[in-house]
């Protein structure tokens, strides 16, 4: 059955694009057919996907959309795990996303300018559709590993009892950095490999894949 994940934050620089393209890889990595719709008007996933090279073995299709995303244009798309990659605002095309999506990934730092931004980000799901299913991604920003990425997994956790917060969370790394054919599993990087194949694993256990 096709699934759609958001990936939805109003702020700017938590890592929307870093984490959609990441995630459709490790997808493609455990043989899921899986592909990115880019709806920010800097498509960096689009651009990415332009500049690699057609040899690229970790390549997937990358969708550009000027305009609205529709119901159509989801079943006119044959992979099974489609992911949706946003702009940092919150406005009525996200409403028609929100609708569209079977769930919803806010990645989100432990700051508290970050916090103030996903919780703005809650509301506005909320408040489109109650029943969405909600996920939501630590992503540490600092170069390094502190108690702060725990502490706002429990303060989220506290908060927001009908939301999902995953255990895994991902650290800043070199091997982050979007450039043409190359994400983590192209670097070696086994901490970065393994942050996001853990991550995976968790997301996919959680929506039943």
Request: glycine content about 4%; proline content about 3%; overall charge neutral.
């Amino acid at each position: 059955m096709k699934k759609v994940l958001l990936i939805l934050n109003q702020k700017g620089g938590v890592g929307k694009s870093t984490l959609s393209i990441h995630l459709t890889r490790a997808f493609k990595e455990k043989n899921y057919k899986s592909a990115v719709i880019d709806t920010d008007m800097q498509g960096t996933c689009m651009l990415w996907s332009k500049q690699n090279d057609r040899n690229f073995t970790g390549s997937f299709v990358v969708y550009g959309v000027d305009g609205n995303v529709d119901k159509r244009d989801i079943n006119s798309i044959d992979e099974e795990l489609i992911v949706i990659d946003t702009p940092p605002r919150l406005n009525e095309n996200n409403k028609e996303l929100i609708e569209l999506s079977n769930y919803i990934i806010i990645p989100a730092a432990p700051t508290n300018f970050d916090l103030w931004a996903t919780d703005e980000t809650i509301k506005f799901i909320k408040n489109v559709k109650p029943s969405t299913k909600i996920i939501i991604v630590i992503n540490n920003i600092s170069q390094n590993r502190s108690n702060m990425e725990l502490d706002l997994k429990k303060l989220l956790e506290k908060q927001y009892t009908d939301i999902y917060v995953c255990d895994n969370m991902i650290y800043r790394r070199n091997a982050y950095i979007i450039e043409p054919n190359f994400t983590v599993f192209e670097r070696k990087n086994d901490k970065a490999k393994r942050e996001i194949i853990n991550l995976v694993n968790e997301i996919l256990d959680y929506i039943g894949e």
